[in-house]
């Protein structure tokens, strides 16, 4: 079955913060791996930047779900494509906090330290996305090994 990837931004709902993230990454864990979904969420003050990849229909039911959802707003298509190979497939949710991020690698990126989704065009948000959730992942390896010393 071929694969497409949709990447999308919206703004948080009034309420929603950091909080009510540990809620929607259980649920989106959980259902992502039952319907072959992976991809990644990037959470910022600002709104989210989300990239979904999987089977065309899989992808597309679960986006409708998610513009439904009232704890954010303003969802709005940056990409629809085609792809042969998925770029989250280690992850059925990958997750950055924008508050989380080592500055100087998003300085290195956007030549700032703070982002809004909404400034970011479809290839930009893609590449930001990418690199966040590999400095992420390479932080958290640290982070383990460091313990395991
Ligand atoms: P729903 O009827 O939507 O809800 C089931 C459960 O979800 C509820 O019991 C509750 O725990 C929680 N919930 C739903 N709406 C609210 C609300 N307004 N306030 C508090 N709790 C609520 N889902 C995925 O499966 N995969 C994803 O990748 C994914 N990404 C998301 C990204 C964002 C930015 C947001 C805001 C939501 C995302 N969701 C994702 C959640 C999605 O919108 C659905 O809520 C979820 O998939 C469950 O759908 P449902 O129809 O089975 O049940």
Redesign the pocket.
Known sequence: MSLVRLLYV?HL?KG?GPN?LA??LM??????KD?G?S?A?C?SAKG?L?C?EGPAPAVNE?YR??A?????VDVTLLDYADIQTRDFGDW??AYVREDEIDKSVLKKIRGAESFDPFDLASGEAMDLLKALVKERKEFLTRQQAESER
């Not at 649920?27 to 992502?32: A, H, L, M, T």
């Not at 439904?68 to 954010?72: A, G, K, P, Q």
């Open positions: 919206s709902a929603i009510e809620g929607i649920v989106s864990r959980k259902k992502n319907i979904v991809g969420l959470y989210f989300q979904l679960l779900r998610i439904r959802d009232d704890r954010h059925s949710m």
